[in-house]
């Protein structure tokens, strides 16, 4: 069985955030977008528009880079959900983050992101890699 199409615009997703295509989430985020990020760090909060959303990872590249291991994605016409690991490497200190966590995007029916959750597995270690920094 093929996978939703709401999959390949999930797993593209994690690939234009690192290759910083810009023209790319600005055709698939919708523009009234509201990007949670969860925890209690200087990116935590709720983003609401594509431009605070595309300003948010901005924030983020500026202190690191993220790889992500995408390990399944599963959707319908509403959701994608992704499992994933990332790893990041802080720019300042070189110190790494290793963590596992879940993602959830609700879509509009042309395919655009229209809210994201991000649920990570061990929040309290990612908020405090993330101390001192923003």
């Known amino acids: 069985m093929a996978d939703h199409p709401n999959v390949a615009i999930a797993r593209k997703g ?5 290759a910083g295509d810009i023209e790319w989430m600005n055709e698939h985020l919708h523009e009234n977008i509201v990007w949670h ?3 209690k760090n200087f990116l935590s909060g709720d983003y609401r528009g594509r431009e605070a959303v595309l300003a948010h990872f901005a924030k983020q590249v500026q202190y690191f880079v993220p790889e992500f291991d995408v390990h399944d994605a599963l959707a319908n016409d509403d959701h994608a959900i992704v499992m994933a690991t990332v790893r990041i490497k802080r720019h ?9 966590y879940v993602h959830i995007f609700h879509f509009d029916a042309n395919e655009k992101a229209l809210e994201s959750w991000v ?3 061990d929040q ?3 908020d405090q890699f993330l101390q001192g920094l923003g």
């Open 14 to 18: 994690y690939e234009a955030f690192v």
């Open 124 to 126: 309290d270690a990612f």
């Open 92 to 100: 300042d200190t070189q110190n790494t983050y290793d963590g596992r």
């Open 37 to 39: 990020e969860p925890g």
């Open 119 to 121: 649920f990570s597995e």
